[in-house]
């Protein structure tokens, strides 16, 4: 009972610790900049069109700030599409990294966007085998089929695990090797903001840190419980 508490106490601050944080450095960068000459949408379309990726949209989206290497479109949410803040700059140049990983045929990026495809259907087939668990041993008689079926369901978590692995470098890449010398190499920022942007990509990177976390956490709680 005390390592389950102690499991759930470190899941707890593994999610929603980096998810605080995040969310205050980003409202601490969201103050209105009236000194900077456009939005996060308008520098992200500047970008796009400075590195001739001119097929690539910029769309607006309620979904959260993403780029769609299937749909070529760099979909950010409102506060960052019409905000002129450093947060808006950042996130905004950032996105327009992973178009420009696309282009450039970033090898980790193509296998990222694989595994997405595969872990979205995966989830689901993972969701019925987990929920048919007690319907097999029951049918069966035997624990060895539920215990079959579990394996296949932790098989599915696995590839959501490993998805959240290969998440970090491709993020990491856009954010410190595209996004930030952007920023830098074309002075769209000051050193202070470059200091700023760099808090902003360091807090959003550590929510996909502890989101891979959390995944890890959850497939060894499974491992626990079949060993069991």
């Known amino acids: 009972m005390l390592r389950l508490v102690l499991l759930l106490v470190i899941v707890a601050l593994v999610t929603v610790g980096p998810q605080l944080w995040t969310?205050?450095?980003?409202?601490r960068h969201s103050v209105p900049r009236p000194d900077f000459p456009g939005t996060g949408g308008e520098l992200a379309r500047h970008l796009l069109n400075r590195f001739d990726l001119h097929h690539i949209t910029v769309e607006p989206t309620p979904i959260g700030d993403h780029y769609?290497?299937?749909g070529k479109a760099?979909?950010?949410?409102p506060a960052i599409l019409e905000?002129?803040?450093l947060t808006a700059i950042t996130i905004a140049a950032h996105e327009v990294g992973h178009a420009i990983q696309d282009h450039l045929g970033y090898q980790p990026l193509t296998?990222?966007?694989k595994l997405v495809r595969i872990a979205q259907k995966a989830e689901k087939v993972g969701?019925?085998?987990m929920m048919a668990?007690?319907?097999a041993g029951a049918v069966a008689r035997t624990p060895v089929a539920s215990v079959v079926v579990l394996m296949a369901g932790m098989a599915t978590m696995g590839i959501s695990t490993l998805v959240h692995l290969a998440t970090l470098p491709v993020e990491w890449d856009a954010s410190f090797r595209r996004a930030l010398p952007v920023l830098r190499q074309g002075n769209y920022l000051s050193a202070d903001d470059e200091r700023g942007a760099r808090s902003i990509l360091t807090a959003a990177?550590?929510?996909y840190v502890a989101a891979s976390l959390a995944s890890f956490l959850n497939l060894w709680r499974w491992i626990g419980f079949l060993r069991r």
């Open 83 to 85: 905000g002129k803040s």
């Open 127 to 129: 969701a019925v085998i």
């Open 205 to 207: 990177a550590l929510t």
């Open 68 to 70: 769609d290497p299937v």
């Open 74 to 77: 760099v979909r950010l949410t």
């Open 133 to 135: 668990i007690p319907i």
């Open 23 to 27: 969310k205050r450095v980003f409202a």
């Open 111 to 113: 296998e990222r966007t």
